[in-house]
């Protein structure tokens, strides 16, 4: 069973910082992607940042340039940072593993972001 963990998120004032942090454990067969959604009140889920094991990037359109997502070198750690935080980027913020092959996704608890204006 695979269990992500993230981390990081809190209350930031407009144009502010965080970083989140994601763990991975448990038997992780394999990986082709690891990420980062997020889901705002009344709102989709949506793509904020992915990361495949090419080390091909994918930003959605709102947080390019401001925000970066790399890992550690073991795949156990996958980070998110997010500079000049905006109100709009209020959510909370899911972490997500796909193992690849067609298999199903892994995902985490999330950790609330809250971006005051």
């Known amino acids: 069973q695979v269990q992500l963990v993230e981390s990081g998120g809190g209350l930031v004032q407009s144009g502010g910082s965080l970083r989140l942090s994601c763990a991975a454990s448990?038997?992780?067969?394999?990986?082709?992607?690891m990420g980062w959604y997020r889901q705002a009140p009344g709102k989709q889920r949506e793509l904020v940042a992915t990361l495949a094991t090419g080390g091909t990037t994918n930003y959605a359109d709102s947080v390019k340039g401001r925000f970066t997502i790399s890992r550690d070198n073991a795949w156990k750690v996958v980070y998110l940072q997010m500079n000049n935080l905006k109100p709009e980027d209020t959510a909370v913020y899911y972490c997500?593993?796909?193992?690849?092959?067609?298999?199903?996704?892994?995902w985490g608890q999330g950790t609330q972001v809250t971006v005051s204006s």
């Open positions: 997500y593993l796909y193992p690849g092959g067609g298999t199903s996704d892994y």
């Open positions: 448990g038997f992780i067969f394999s990986i082709s992607a």
